[in-house]
């Protein structure tokens, strides 16, 4: 039995953790690793927490003073002592404190093979203090394999100088029996953004947007907005809620678009989109900005916008409002997208396979 600690911090999550059951398994068994307050707890596999900074200080001022300090808040106390208790380390991205941690066990050959999962998109992202580059760098170089989602961000670590025989691109997927299509009948055609109501996240671009719909179209639409963040019920056009990722699946089984307008900013785009994978999954059509991966992401599964081209996005979801054939057609390429690239299933097959063939070459060592 091959013994792997999927260490995530504070940001442990089910997004991702759907993709790592392994309670089915015979040849591996996985425990996530994460500080007191983790994001999600609803996993499906055991849980270890150690304490951190983070769950106690995470506000901006606290996080401006440890970035030029230490490097990031994220330190996992007691992380060390797991070095024994398991065959492989899998940790996620290198500017961590967390991964900084491993990576100074692996430099000591205190545990046998570490690898990474990495998000940013950004070429030289995460380095805008000496401590921080200190931290990634170091880590960067301890790290014997890096996991991308997407093409995108290995592109960024080739930029980085990692070579790319090191690198694995792996998508995230979704579990497909609970985000699937469902046929609804409404009175009003429902568009759905879901996501943290911030500037980066486009919601005021879809605000803006919505508000130059004819009316005589807009008393046939209902927009609803699912997130929380200094925006949410600022404007009184959209209906906002608030769910859980347990029930976020039944909001996208009522939407008939889903709008995803997020825009770049100098240290963060799109890295991935899960919005976007869940609204593929639930065959729904989409609407959303050309902005960092997401056009890989979605491909020919829905109209892609310039990013920041609020009358576009109007345009694009406003022909979707009139056109039901068209929204049928692109949600039935959505939902076939995500069964050949985003079932979380087939995702966690490939994870146990490169852990069974990984932790066999350690043990040979």
Known sequence: MIKVALVRGKYLNAFEGQN?????????????????????TNLPFP?????????????????FIANRSIGDLQILFGLEKERNNFDLFHTADPHYYYSYQLAKLRNKGKISFLISTVWNTIPFNNEGTHSKRTI??????NTDLFITPTQRAKDALVKEGINSKRILVLPVGVDLKRFKPKNTIGNKVNLLFVGRMVEEKGGEDLIRAFKMIQPEIKKKVRLTMIGEGPMKGKEKLAEYKKASYG?????????????????????WEEQYGMVAVEAMASGKAIV?????????????????????????LKEAFVRLIKDQPLRRRLGKIARRRAVEKFDSKKINKQYEQLYETLGHNTFQK
């Open 20 to 40: 790592f059951d392994f309670s089915k398994s015979k040849t591996v068994k996985l425990t996530g690793i994460s500080s007191l307050i983790p994001l999600h």
């Open 47 to 63: 849980l270890k927490k150690h304490i951190s900074l983070i769950d106690f200080l995470d506000n901006r001022a606290v996080k």
């Open 136 to 141: 990634k760098r170091f880590t960067q170089k």
């Open 247 to 267: 029930e976020i699946h039944n909001y996208f089984q009522k939407a008939d678009v889903v709008v995803i307008p997020s825009k770049a900013t100098t240290t």
């Open 288 to 312: 959303a900005y050309s902005s960092g991966a997401l056009g890989e992401v979605i491909g020919n599964a829905g109209i892609l916008v310039k990013e920041g081209d609020v009358k576009g």
